[in-house]
């Protein structure tokens, strides 16, 4: 089973800035099939990124994805108020079991 | 629209059953393969099974295999999940999720909103 390790475990940002998360896998994705979900208190996930940099239908284009083998970045050009989620990353190259980090917290500074 | 919408969750002893279903619309159910995935209190996600879009083929976490039954009547748009053998692990609040393939590729597109299965004495 592929683990995958998000970091950082909590990131602290103001609206406008950059954000970069990272998510590292203990075996390599084979063919970039990893995701990237978007959750909100008291939602479901939603789907931001698949194949590791395809966004998903109505994901706007400051979400991009990016990475191969092992290593995998979500970036979040310019953050909106609405972007203050935790966000989770997910390999589905070696399924089943697909697997999920455990999350990072993207907080407001 | 995509709606999914879950039921059945309730308060379990521990080893009792239960049953969850998922009443989907807003697109063509028998397309596509189905998922439960799902979230323990204040927890990350986990991936509980998949069904493909005839039920011809079924897959399951370790953690849950044959404890757990993954099936759906397209004729009632519907995905179940029958669930035995309950533990207290098993509490989490559980996602009805939607495949974006036939047979599972293993993204979701589309989640419900979920139901709370707790098990406790």
């Known amino acids: 089973e592929i683990v995958l390790t998000q970091s950082p475990g909590t990131l602290s940002l103001s609206p406008g800035e950059r954000a970069t998360l990272s998510c590292r896998a203990s075996?390599?994705?084979?063919?970039?099939?990893l995701a990237w979900y978007q959750q909100k208190p008291g939602q479901a996930p939603r789907l931001l990124i698949y194949g590791a940099s395809s966004r998903a239908t109505g994901i706007p284009d400051r979400f991009s994805g990016s990475g191969s083998g092992t290593d995998f970045t979500l970036t979040i050009s310019r953050l909106e108020p609405e972007d203050f989620a935790v966000y989770y990353c997910?390999?589905?190259?070696?399924?089943?079991?697909?697997?999920f980090g455990q999350g990072t917290k993207l907080e407001i500074k | 629209e995509v709606q999914l919408v879950e039921s059945g969750g309730v308060v379990v002893q521990p080893g009792g059953s239960l049953r969850l279903s998922c009443a989907a619309s807003?697109?063509?159910?028998?397309?596509?393969?189905m998922h439960w995935v799902r979230q323990a209190p204040g927890k990350g996600l986990e991936w509980v099974s998949l069904i493909s879009w005839d039920g011809g083929s079924t897959y399951y976490a370790d953690s849950v295999k044959g404890r757990f039954t993954i099936s759906r009547d397209n004729s009632k748009n519907s995905l179940y999940l029958q669930m035995n053998s309950l533990r207290a692990e098993d509490t989490a609040l559980y996602y009805c999720?939607?495949?974006?393939?036939?047979?599972?590729?293993?993204?979701?597109?589309?989640w419900g909103q979920g139901t709370l299965v707790t098990v406790s004495s």
């Open positions: 807003g697109f063509t159910f028998d397309d596509y393969a």
């Open positions: 075996q390599s994705v084979s063919s970039s099939y």
């Open positions: 999720a939607k495949d974006i393939l036939d047979y599972g590729d293993y993204v979701f597109d589309y």
């Open positions: 997910q390999q589905y190259g070696s399924s089943p079991p697909t697997t």
